[in-house]
């Protein structure tokens, strides 16, 4: 099976290169299932009921989510209902929504989703090395395919559940700083790694926003409106080839521009 993990989308700009290559994209790699990163889908922070629904018209499986999750509050009554739509897991039980879901791929085989929020330089959680293992004993019964987007800002914290759920799952992936790193591996017990996927949007920007408005707060230390840039958009993501029988990653590569032209 092979599954197709998109960075981080940042706004209208990330939404539109979507819907223009990613169908391409998927028919050039057949690509059997694809899990997108759409916290920041709606104007750069947060998503809404209207945006879910155009990126699941773009045959995206299953969006995660991560600290800005609530930021729209129209979403909060969706996820409730939506499934497809994932909170990070290690959010307090009666938080609306689910951190983990069952899902079926184009070719009938299940595959399991993990979404999960770091805890370091960020906010106050449970324990994501915990809640990873409430999820996966759930999850094996019915697939060995699992998936895991680590929602966090710190490497080392990334890097730590990599290890930790080497062997237990398919693939470890990290997003949230909107820049791809290039350490993709397949760990020694074939789960597949990779500490951030990066940013599907405008490159041509600081992580998204206009850099002049960017450089002028950290110049000035003044609020700055921080506005959504559009040049140069691109899709970052990587894709997994895994073994549904064992659940253990065949390969990895990360997808940029490159993919895409």
Sequence with gaps: MKVLMIGDITGSPGRRILGERLGLLQKKENVDFTIAN????????????????ELFSYNIDVLTSGDHIW?????VEF??????????????????GQGFGIYESRNGEKIGVVNLLGRVFMQAVDCPFRKAEECIKKIEPVTKAIFVDMHAEAT????????????????????????????????PKETAYITDIGMTGPFNSVIGRKKEQVLERFITQM??????ADEDVRINGAIVDIDTNTGHAASIKRVNEAFIK
């Excluded at 996820?79 to 609306?96: F, G, K, Q, S, W």
């Excluded at 080497?166 to 470890?172: A, I, Q, T």
Aim: glycine share 8%; hydrophobic share 35%.
């Design 156 to 187: 080392s914290e990334k890097v730590a559940l990599g290890w930790y759920l080497d062997g237990r799952v398919s693939c470890v992936y990290g997003t949230h700083t909107h820049v791809q790193t290039a350490d993709q591996k397949i760990l």
């Design 79 to 96: 996820i409730a209902r939506e499934n497809r739509v994932l909170r990070p897991a290690n959010y307090p039980d009666d938080t609306p």
């Design 223 to 228: 609020p700055t409106r921080l506005e959504m």
């Design 71 to 75: 930021k729209k509050r129209e979403i």
């Design 38 to 53: 759409a916290e920041n889908a709606a104007g750069g922070s947060g998503i809404t009921p209207a945006i879910a629904r």
